[in-house]
Structure formats: C-alpha cells, structure tokens
C-alpha cells in the first residue's frame, strides 16, 4: 500500500464549484504540505502544517483553504474553483525527526476547471 | 522571485552517456539540497541530496556535486539508462530555524525534461 495517498486522482469541475482534494499519510510523519504543478513553473507551495494545530500558508494559497483533520489527514479545498486552478495537485509528507526536509510524495491529483 | 531556477527544460542523452543537470539558487540561507525524478502521472520520488557541509555526495549512479560560491549544484547520472528519463527538479531548503521564511520547506526549480534514446 501507497504510504501517501490522493483522493480523487483525476477530477474535472466547472466555475464556481467547491472542490475538496484529500491526502492520507501512514508514515507517521508530523509536517504535510500540499503544492501545485503547472508546466514550465515547477512544484509551488499553497499550505503547509508542521503539526495538527499547525497551518502556514505557501507562496499560492489565494483561492485556497486547507484542513488538517488528524496527524495523518490533511485537506484542500477550492472554495469556488476558477479555470486558471486546472493544475496537477500534489500532498507530501516529512518527518522533523530526521532534523531533514526530505519529502514523500502522494500520486497527485490532476484537476481541470472548466 | 524565482529562487531556485533549472535554466534547461530539455536535455537529450545517449544511453551509456553522462547526463549533466544543473540547477542554481539565489538564496544564501538554503543549506540542504535535493534532487526529485518525476514519471508521468507518478508524483515526485526523492533521489538524492546534499548538505551545505559537503561538496559531493554519490549514490550508485548519481552524483550531486555543489559550489556553494556559485549557488550551483548539478546531478550527474552515469550511464544513463533509458529508465532514467523523466523530469527531474531540484529543491533547496533552509534546514536551520535561522533559515527565516525558507525554513522547513522546499523551494522547487521547474524541472528539466531529460531522455535517454537506446
């Protein structure tokens, strides 16, 4: 089994629609993030959470909340979904333990606005 | 601000050939680095990383190599294989918490496309 995971995989929406992206993590690990890929701009952060009671915002989080539900569940949310959001969207997990950033990376979610 | 940049979106290689990625950062506050392959609808898989406190690191294939002077950090893959084609991004960090507002995450690069032809 996947150690991190993304619900849906694959989802199309139109304007104006609430959309909720989920990730799971069996890792253990303390700190979720949640990023966005559009071509030619690489991975950019939306939010991030160190720990449960811990929710940052990254360098993109206009037009998007985050939840984070339990150590191993952290939430996105696009409160009205707009056509410039179509991206792919990515959950990943590290471990402050290793006093390192190495992150693990959930299948992605390729979501399109239309 | 583009803080980390991969000025290459393509590279072409022959199989058996050295494959050269290069990446440069602007930010002098990042001191781990990290490099991420990416196949098509998989999500990034962490390859290889490096410290500030050193200036080479080797796994198997893959060398990264860093010149902290120049802020420029490049991957080496010898052979390179067909299966090593994918998209490949680097990523630093600021590891320390004087790492201000990089501290405990990434900054990517946008990536560069590498193909290995048999």
């Known amino acids: 089994d996947a150690d991190v995971t993304q619900t849906p995989r694959n989802r199309i929406t139109k304007t104006g629609k609430r959309i909720m992206l989920e990730c799971s993590q069996t890792k253990g690990h303390d700190r979720m993030y949640w990023y966005r890929q559009d071509p030619g701009l690489g991975l950019r952060l939306i939010y991030y959470?160190?720990?449960?009671?811990?929710?940052n915002k990254g360098e993109i989080s206009d037009g998007y909340s985050v939840s984070r539900q339990a150590q191993a569940k952290f939430s996105l949310s696009l409160e009205s979904a707009i056509p410039n959001q179509t991206a792919l969207y990515f959950c990943a997990t590290s471990d402050t333990g290793r006093g390192i950033d190495t992150q693990y990376f959930g299948p992605g979610t390729r979501l399109t606005v239309l | 601000d583009q803080q980390v940049k991969q000025n290459s979106p393509s590279l072409s290689v022959q199989e058996g050939r050295i494959s050269i990625l290069n990446c440069d950062y602007t930010n002098s506050m990042f001191d781990y680095f990290l490099w991420y392959k990416k196949y098509p609808a998989e999500g990034p898989t962490f390859l290889i990383s490096?410290?500030?406190?050193?200036d080479k690191n080797e796994d198997g294939r893959f060398t990264v190599f860093l010149n902290k002077s120049a802020k420029h950090l490049s991957l080496h893959i010898v052979p390179s294989q067909p299966g090593d084609s994918a998209v490949y991004f680097c990523a630093a960090s600021a590891s320390q918490s004087g790492g201000g507002t990089s501290y405990g995450k990434l900054t990517f690069g946008q990536g560069t496309i590498l193909t290995v032809h048999p």
């Open positions: 490096i410290s500030s406190i050193k």
């Open positions: 959470s160190f720990d449960v009671k811990d929710i």
